[in-house]
Structure formats: structure tokens, C-alpha cells
């Protein structure tokens, strides 16, 4: 137990401070890539697969371990490269994204690094690659390539976006015509999930990239009512991970802020596991919600909202 604890509290002392870490590893040729490490549990070599029927084709195969059965999902295929070869001699990646665990096939494991967010930039455009990619950043003059997970279970496991009926209808005790929801997230597929679950609240949705796109946008709106902001935007839902600045620094950032600190904070990740609730009571968010249930979103919108007293 106290190992645990002494993880969490060293885990936590970078929230806030806009660093992450990254697990590098390779896959086919030289070019690396990145997967922050909160979300690995564990890297092993790769254990024996059992093939199942009609399964996806980046599925290579099933892998039970510790009495789990885990999909294992070559990420070389699901970025466009060629298929791994010689299995028994590769590695996977065990990570948990949006509340299920997957195994990722890979060619070998390099390092864990510690960097900056503000060192990590979207991926450039018109490469033929940044289909696939949420983000890059230099280590040691060489291009790390950050991959959009969320797409890849996208493709594999569509995941529902639809808000239920009796959620859509449930009533919203403030004028929807005068306020905006903030929507933060460097995933395209992610945004646009978030989009559609929160359509049917029937207000205004304004979508930024990363939290420096976020932050500099209710500044604005800040001198533009000339004060208080959360009368106007009164909920944000963020991400974690994202490029140039992450989810906990912005909400760091909002709760400094006297204009800002009254809107309402609901950090919306794909990260999951025993050390978030330490992190979202350290940044002072108002609710954490893992990735992606579109009811339990929706609900928890409805409630901040409901909460709020218009000024």
C-alpha cells in the first residue's frame, strides 16, 4: 500500500505543472512513437494469441493474461504500415483507454521520457500521417509521433454517441439561448463524439484543440463581458491530454483566474485508474468522467448547469 501511495504522490506532483510521460516505442523501421504512460500497465513480451472468428483485421489475436482475455491490436496496421511479423518476438503494450483495456502489438520498447506540454505540437499537416496522429514532439532532434489512440477504437469499437431519450428531455433550469458550452480536446474523434452527445442539450457548443486555445478564448470572453465569465460559459469539458498546454494545467489556470474560476470543470479523459481523483482534487476540477458514455456526460453537463445562478 504505501508503494502505491508513494507512486500516486509523485505521480501528482507533475499535475499542474503541464508535463507528461512518455513510453517510446517502435514499431515497423526507425520512426518512434509516444503513449503516455498513465495509460500503460504493464509492457510484456508477446504471449501466445488465440485467433477468433469475424474478428476485426487489426485484431491479430486474443491474449489472456492475468485471467483477462485481452485484444491484442497491431499498431502498425491500424496506422497504415504493414503488419508485424515474427509475433512471438514482439511486444505489447497493456493500456486502459475509455473505461476497457487493450493490448497493443509493437516491435520493441525504448525508454519513458519526462517533458513539457508545451513542447508537444499538433501534428503537421498534409504529411499523409497525421490521419492517425494527435500530437509530436522533438527528443534528441528526432520527431516523436503521438498516436490518436481514440481513433483507432474508433474504428475498431464504434463506440455510441447517441444520448438517450429521457437524458435529452430532462429539464435544464436556466436560458439555454444566452450560454455557451466550452468543449476541449486534440482528438477529432473525440470532439466530434462530445459534439454529438451534447447537441441534444439544445445550447451553443464552442470546440477548441488544446488548452491554450481554451484558455485564450475565455480570456477574451472575460474582456469582452467585462468581468465574470461562467454567466456566459458556465461549463467546460476538457480533456487531459492535450498539446501545448493539458486539461489539469487549464483548469489550474481557470481556478487562479477570479474571472474564470466560477465555471465548472468537467475533466473528460481516456484516462482512467487510482491516480485521477488525486489529480482532479489537486487542480480543484468540479467532476472527472471517463471516456465515453454519452448519458453520463450529458448528465452531468445538465447538473452544472442546473447549479448555476446567472448573474
Known amino acids: 500500500m504505501a508503494s502505491i501511495l508513494d507512486s500516486v504522490n509523485q505521480r501528482t506532483q507533475m499535475v499542474g505543472q503541464n508535463r507528461l510521460e512518455l513510453l517510446m516505442f517502435h514499431l515497423n523501421g526507425k520512426q ?36 483477462q482475455a485481452i485484444s491484442i491490436i497491431d499498431l502498425s496496421m491500424a496506422t497504415g504500415g504493414r503488419a508485424l511479423t515474427d509475433v512471438q518476438n514482439r511486444f505489447v503494450i497493456i493500456a486502459e483507454y475509455n473505461r476497457t483495456i487493450q493490448g497493443f502489438l509493437v516491435e520493441g520498447v525504448d525508454r519513458i521520457i519526462n517533458i513539457n506540454w508545451e513542447d508537444v505540437m499538433p501534428p503537421p499537416k498534409g504529411t499523409g500521417r497525421d490521419a492517425y496522429l494527435t500530437a509530436v514532439t522533438k527528443v534528441e532532434d528526432e520527431l516523436i509521433e503521438i498516436i490518436d489512440v481514440e481513433r483507432i477504437l474508433a474504428d475498431i469499437m464504434p463506440a455510441n454517441m447517441d444520448v438517450s431519450e429521457e437524458v435529452a428531455n430532462a429539464p435544464i433550469n436556466v436560458a439555454k439561448e444566452d450560454l455557451t458550452i466550452l468543449i476541449t480536446d ?110 453520463e456526460l450529458a448528465t452531468a453537463v445538465q447538473k452544472w448547469l442546473n447549479t448555476e445562478v446567472i448573474a
Open 32 to 67: 518512434r512513437f509516444g503513449i503516455n504512460v498513465f495509460k500503460v500497465r504493464e509492457v510484456l513480451p508477446c504471449p501466445k494469441l488465440t485467433a477468433m472468428p469475424n474478428r476485426n483485421p487489426l485484431v491479430r489475436g486474443i491474449a489472456h493474461i492475468r485471467g
Open 186 to 295: 486534440d482528438s477529432s474523434v473525440a470532439r466530434n463524439q462530445i459534439k454529438r452527445a451534447l447537441q441534444s442539450l439544445g445550447i451553443t457548443l464552442e470546440v477548441k484543440k488544446n488548452g491554450k486555445e481554451a484558455l485564450d478564448y475565455l480570456k477574451d470572453k472575460a474582456k469582452e463581458v467585462g468581468g465574470l465569465v461562467h454567466p456566459h460559459v458556465p461549463v467546460l469539458v476538457s480533456d487531459v491530454e492535450m498539446p501545448v498546454m493539458d486539461g489539469y494545467t487549464l483548469t489550474a489556470e481557470l481556478k487562479a483566474d477570479p474571472n474564470l474560476r466560477d465555471i465548472h470543470v468537467i475533466l473528460h479523459t481516456s484516462l482512467s485508474g487510482v491516480f485521477n481523483q488525486a489529480m482532479v482534487k489537486k487542480v480543484g476540477a468540479d467532476d472527472f468522467i471517463a471516456k465515453f458514455h454519452p448519458d
